[in-house]
Structure formats: C-alpha cells, structure tokens
C-alpha cells in the first residue's frame, strides 16, 4: 500500500519537475522575444509578451511553492 503511494508521489514529482524545467524555458524564450520586440516597438505586442512573462513567472512560483 504505501509502496503505491510513494511510487504515485515519484511520478507525480517527476511530472512536476517536468514542468518547472519547461516552464524555465519557456520563460527565457519570452524574456529573449521581449528584449527583441522592444527594439522594434508595438504596444500590443509588448502588452502580451509582459502578460505571458508575467504568467509564466505565476506558473513557476505555483510549481515550485503550490502543492
């Protein structure tokens, strides 16, 4: 029984760190295109490059600290 749960709990730690690592890429990709767009400006643009940073930084905060 508790051979099941700690191998339940393995999985489920390694989906996580999964996860985390994408999302570390993903956000160095968006900081990467951020940098880019902001030397040919467009607010809308930008706009959505901040929110989606800001998103990613939000989804990695909840993987590393969220249960």
Same mark, same amino acid.
Request: net charge positive; aromatic share 26%; with cysteine.
């Given at each position: +029984? /508790?051979?099941? %749960?700690?191998? /339940? %709990?393995?999985?489920? $730690?390694?989906?996580?760190?999964? %996860?985390?690592? +994408?999302?570390?890429?993903? +956000?160095?990709?968006?900081f990467?295109? +951020?940098?880019?767009?902001?030397? $040919?400006?467009?607010?809308?643009?930008? %706009?959505?490059?901040?929110?989606?940073?800001?998103?990613?930084?939000?989804?990695? /905060?909840?993987?590393?600290?969220?249960?």
């Amino acid at each position: +029984m /508790f051979n099941n %749960f700690f191998n /339940f %709990f393995r999985l489920c $730690a390694g989906w996580k760190l999964f %996860f985390l690592i +994408m999302v570390i890429i993903l +956000m160095i990709i968006t900081f990467y295109q +951020m940098l880019i767009t902001l030397f $040919a400006p467009c607010f809308g643009n930008v %706009f959505i490059l901040l929110l989606e940073y800001a998103t990613l930084i939000c989804l990695g /905060f909840w993987l590393i600290f969220g249960c």
